[in-house]
């Protein structure tokens, strides 16, 4: 009996605190950017304009760190962003060409189920064809079958996948 350590939800969960933009870093960038650029009279005002040049250097330092720090966490959730978009656009292509290379009578049975009042239509369970559908994630069983003896099987409702919705709303010329 061993216990199993999963190092990357583990490292996840170390650095999520660092994936997202912080109020504190956008609030230190913020602080030390304005007591680097207000103008002499506005900081002489709040009796920060004789800093001795050993703070204004930290503090110069701790605006270029915070200022960095927000670009590269900015950067790297755009850059996840489009590879999120990009995995899924690959995805749908994916399944719009398992579609096309469907038979014309896998096709039709999709297109009577599109078509149906409320997307659900009943079929049998055993069909080989309905197994295939229902494998390959065309379509999905609204509620469960029950099987009265061997081959046997009352029909059960059936839905069309999200995907094959989205296709179908997106790219009606498919489905005629």
């Known amino acids: 009996m061993g216990v199993e350590i999963n190092m990357d939800a583990t490292l996840d969960r170390l650095f999520a605190g660092f994936k997202k933009l912080s109020p ?51 950067g790297f959730q755009v850059v996840e962003n489009v590879l999120v978009r990009k995995k899924i656009r690959r995805w749908q292509s994916q399944k719009r060409e398992s579609y096309i290379r469907l038979a014309d009578w896998q096709k039709i049975i999709l297109i009577k189920l599109l078509q149906a009042p409320g997307m659900t ?8 064809v309905i197994r295939y559908l229902e494998t390959n994630q065309f379509i999905s069983k609204a509620e469960p079958f029950i099987m009265f003896s061997f081959g046997e099987a009352e029909p059960v409702a059936y839905t069309p996948e999200a995907w094959l919705m989205d296709l179908y709303m997106k790219e009606p010329y498919l489905f005629q």
């Open 24 to 74: 504190l870093l956008v609030g230190i960038g913020v602080t030390t950017g304005l007591i680097l650029f207000l103008p002499q009279n506005v900081l002489a005002k709040m009796a920060l304009d004789k800093l001795p040049d050993e703070k204004k250097i930290f503090i110069g330092m701790t605006f270029i760190i915070s200022v960095a720090l927000i670009i590269v966490i900015i």
């Open 121 to 128: 239509e009943r079929f049998d369970p055993t069909a080989g």
